[in-house]
């Protein structure tokens, strides 16, 4: 794994469509194919339907707010800066820091015995507790919400016939 791989696409993905609905004014929603219109700012092959998925999974997590209708769209489900960036990776990545790196079950035949989990555990703590301190508003502060101006294009010439 490289340095800034640590979180998975779908964890990317999460974050900047929460960051993106931050943006908006209170009341105003964010529909799928505007969130996904933008997403392909950042990345010209993000897909709609993975990004769908996610806005799903981040409903379910209780961090948006699925509004039905013919002006339906999303919206945060709490104010943006009470959601932090580690109430996204527990929703997304789902985080168990009592896990056992090594049983490939449920259960760990030594929890509590083993120093090297315990070390392990409370690394990851710390890695969580740290994530606490970014929350969405100020990620939303820092996004860049109107796509790039293209260049104008260029008109074709017509010959004239003489």
Partial sequence: MAVGQIFSQ???????ALAYVATKPAGE????????????????????????????????????RSHRGIAGGYSLARAANKITVRDVVEILEGVDINRCGLSLGDECPVMGRCSIQRRIAQLEEGFLRS????NVAQLAKEIVTTPPKKAPAKKKRVKKKV
Avoid: C, D
């Fill in 10 to 16: 779908r964890f990317s993905y999460g974050l900047h």
């Fill in 131 to 134: 994530l606490e301190r970014v």
């Fill in 29 to 64: 929603l964010t529909t799928l194919p505007e969130l996904g219109r933008w997403m392909k700012t950042i990345w010209p092959s993000a897909s709609e339907a993975y990004l769908s998925n996610v806005v799903q999974q981040l409903t379910r997590g209780k961090l948006l």
